[in-house]
């Protein structure tokens, strides 16, 4: 692993683990009992106790980052420069997590959120930035993902864009 992203990763962790900060400054004005997940109609299904909820999700989310990375890293080599998309699929996990920490955190102390349209922005915005950088990857950078690997650059180029496949033919 290069020593840049050596960095990128224990800043990324650390960027995980930042809201822990905040559940300690909060602590004493939260229930006992924190929502942790929500139906559609943005009521609270399923409950879990503070201390899981302000210490334990981020590091369950710091855990999958180190894990997301190390594949990464093992995906793309000893590569010097790291394509966009494996950027922007480092950064997703620390910033759902301080983004999803937030709402949990400002469900708890009685804000009004609509739990259901955050998360679907998340997600959507998340979704609109990897799918900016699929069609921009070239050759290299895509060689490590495609099983079997295409031969040459003018055989990758061949593959079939998913998105110019009739709905009709999905199955």
């Known amino acids: 692993?290069?020593?840049n992203n050596l960095k990128i990763l224990i800043f990324s962790v650390v960027v995980c683990l930042l809201p822990i900060i905040a559940g300690l400054i909060l602590y004493?004005?939260?229930p006992a009992q924190m929502a942790v997940h929500f139906d559609l109609n943005n009521e609270p299904d399923?409950?879990?106790s503070k201390i899981f909820a302000l210490f334990g999700i981020p590091v369950i989310a710091t855990f999958s980052q180190?894990?997301?990375s190390a594949f990464l890293y093992f995906q793309i080599g000893k590569t010097e420069k790291i394509p966009k998309l494996f950027t922007v699929t480092l950064w997703a996990i620390p910033l759902i997590t301080i983004f999803l920490y937030a709402v949990t955190v400002s469900f708890a102390?009685?804000?009004?959120v609509n739990i259901g349209k955050?998360?679907?922005l998340s997600i959507g915005i998340l979704m609109c930035a990897m799918g900016n950088y699929f069609p921009k990857m070239n050759y290299e950078d895509n060689k490590n993902f495609i099983n079997p690997q295409?031969?040459?650059?003018?055989s990758f180029r061949k593959l079939p864009n998913p998105w110019d496949i009739p709905a009709s033919q999905w199955d």
Do not use: G, I, N
């Open 46 to 48: 399923l409950y879990t």
């Open 109 to 112: 102390l009685s804000y009004p």
């Open 150 to 154: 295409p031969k040459d650059e003018k």
């Open 118 to 120: 955050l998360a679907c």
């Open 1 to 3: 692993m290069k020593k």
């Open 28 to 30: 004493d004005k939260l």
């Open 66 to 68: 180190t894990v997301l």
